[in-house]
């Protein structure tokens, strides 16, 4: 990853707000209680953490990446947003992490995955190790890349190519492995395809305690 990124993070952000749809609106439907910690995984560059942060001014946020590069930008991006004392941030491999180690708490009320899917290889033990994660009454929100079902043949071949330069492979399978792993722990789970299936947008929330 940081090979990947050793270069690209300087202009992720500009590059990736014209494909990466749906970001805002997960942000807007996060809703957190007062007082909530909101765990972002795969944060990148911390552009999300930062607006998140700004809409939710009384939670506490927190992310998590694998790339040191990537977490390079993100820690100059929230001390410019002036935001470094409600933002932790931290190196971790998603698939198996360590909150209490990494930030000193056992799990968190809301957890963001945001086209972060698409780039990790063993994808699925994220999503089972995000909602391990979660307290009683939290939730998981995930935007990726969906099928494009609704959308022309042609410009689902031509999207997929452009972003296998990236090393970005979107995870048709993801809204039915979502459902199984929800189902597993007792968690209610939202699937929708906004944009003509473009993305996929989900929502799984725990049982309150």
């Not at 690209?8 to 749809?21: E, G, N, P, T, V």
């Not at 995000?130 to 935007?143: D, E, F, K, T, Y």
């Not at 048709?172 to 699937?191: F, M, T």
């Amino acid at each position: 990853m940081d090979r990947i990124y050793r270069h690209q993070r300087h202009i992720y952000d500009a590059s990736r707000k014209f494909y990466l749809l749906g970001r805002d609106q997960l942000i807007e439907g996060l809703e957190p209680p007062p007082g909530a910690t909101i765990l972002e995984i795969g944060c990148g560059t911390g552009r999300n953490l930062v607006k998140i942060a700004q809409r939710y001014p009384g939670c506490d946020c927190y992310g998590l990446d694998v790339s040191a590069e990537m977490l390079a930008t993100a820690r100059a991006s929230v001390a410019r947003a002036g935001l470094t004392d409600r933002i932790r941030l931290a190196q971790a491999d998603a698939t198996g992490f360590d909150p209490q180690a990494l930030f000193g708490r056992p799990g968190f009320d809301r957890i963001v995955i945001s086209y972060a899917l698409s780039m990790i290889p063993p994808w699925q033990p994220v999503l089972a190790e995000a909602l391990r994660r979660l307290g009683a009454g939290g939730s998981l929100h995930i935007v990726d890349f969906g099928d494009q079902a609704r959308l022309p043949q042609a410009f689902k071949r031509l999207l997929s190519r452009w972003l296998a330069l990236f090393h970005v492979a979107p995870r048709d399978d993801l809204p039915q492995i979502i459902r199984e792993l929800a189902q597993a722990v007792g968690a209610n789970c939202q699937v929708h395809a906004p944009f003509r299936g473009y993305a996929v947008r989900v929502v799984a929330e725990m049982p309150a305690a």
